[in-house]
Structure formats: C-alpha cells, structure tokens
C-alpha cells in the first residue's frame, strides 16, 4: 500500500510552531495550491491544504517560511478525528510533511518581514525524516558576472 502525496503552492499565512508537553516541536500552516483548470468565468480556484510537520523540520519551517511563499511538500496523508465540546464527532485530513523544499528566497516576493534571514539549503539527508539543514554563511554570488568569461575545463564538466 501506498500513501505518498507531493503538493506545490503558496502558504495563506505565517506558520505556527507549538511544543507537545514533552518538549516536541510541531508546526501547522496551510497550503494554496491551484487547481489544475479554470472556472465557468475564467477564474483560478485553489485548495486549501493544513500541512503539519514535526520535530527539526517543524521548527525550520517555523524560522524560514512566511506567508506567500512558494513551497514544496512530500508527505502522506492522515484523517484524524475528536470529540468536540457539543459532542460531535470531527474528522481532520492533513499532510504530515517529511520534506519541505522552499522554492523561493525571501528576495523573490512571496511575503515575509522587512529584516534579511539567512536562506537554509538542502543538503539531502538519507531515510525518513532525516533531512539536514545547513546555513549559508555567504550573502556573495559565486556566479556573479564580473566581465570575465569562465575558464572550464572540459574535465570539470559532468556531462
């Protein structure tokens, strides 16, 4: 059996980041990701997604991503129910991510505060919920065109 879902789009607002009484983090936002065709009057129509990710994931999200920006979740899907206060029974679907990828820097639009943050950048990491974060500790662009053509061997190539 299989339960894997991969879900692109926009955050509705700034994540939430909370703790479980035994010290876990979890954060909880949502995803806009548009439908795939338009409406009778031309109109884009969106789903509103509740993400929930966990523990070094959750507090990453919690640091980095702001409203409006453009991310990437893998993860599977998870209905849950409780009992509310009048005694009705309530189902809850949500996405619980194992992998995040944010697809646009705070430079590129999609929201966020006015100080500059430091972007982290994937570094892979192996299995379930083994992602790891690194911090670039460089705002300088290796590529920046100073004039100069780019001596490359074709050794250096990997194609």
Same mark, same amino acid.
């Given at each position: 059996m299989l339960n894997r879902v991969i879900l692109i789009g926009r955050l509705t607002r700034d994540p939430e980041l909370r703790y479980t009484p035994s010290g876990v983090a979890v954060t909880q936002f949502t995803l806009a990701v548009d439908r795939p065709f338009t409406a009778q009057g031309g109109e884009r129509e969106a789903d509103f997604i509740p993400v929930v990710t966990w523990r070094q994931l959750a507090e990453t999200c919690a640091n980095y991503l702001r409203k409006g920006r453009l991310t990437a979740v893998e993860g599977r899907i998870q209905v849950r129910n409780y009992?509310?206060?009048?005694?009705?029974? !309530?189902? !809850?679907? #949500? !996405?619980?991510?194992?992998? !995040?990828?944010?697809? #646009?820097?705070?430079? #590129?639009?999609?929201?966020?505060?006015?100080?500059?943050r430091e972007e982290p950048s994937y570094n892979g990491g192996g299995g379930r919920?083994?992602?790891s974060y690194s911090r670039n500790n460089s705002n300088q662009d290796p590529f920046s065109d100073d004039g100069k053509p780019i001596d490359i061997s074709d050794d250096d190539l990997p194609f």
């Open positions: 009992e509310n206060n009048e005694g009705k029974r !309530v189902y !809850v679907t #949500e !996405v619980i991510a194992d992998n !995040v990828r944010f697809l #646009e820097s705070n430079r #590129e639009g999609g929201g966020g505060g006015s100080t500059p919920g083994g992602n």
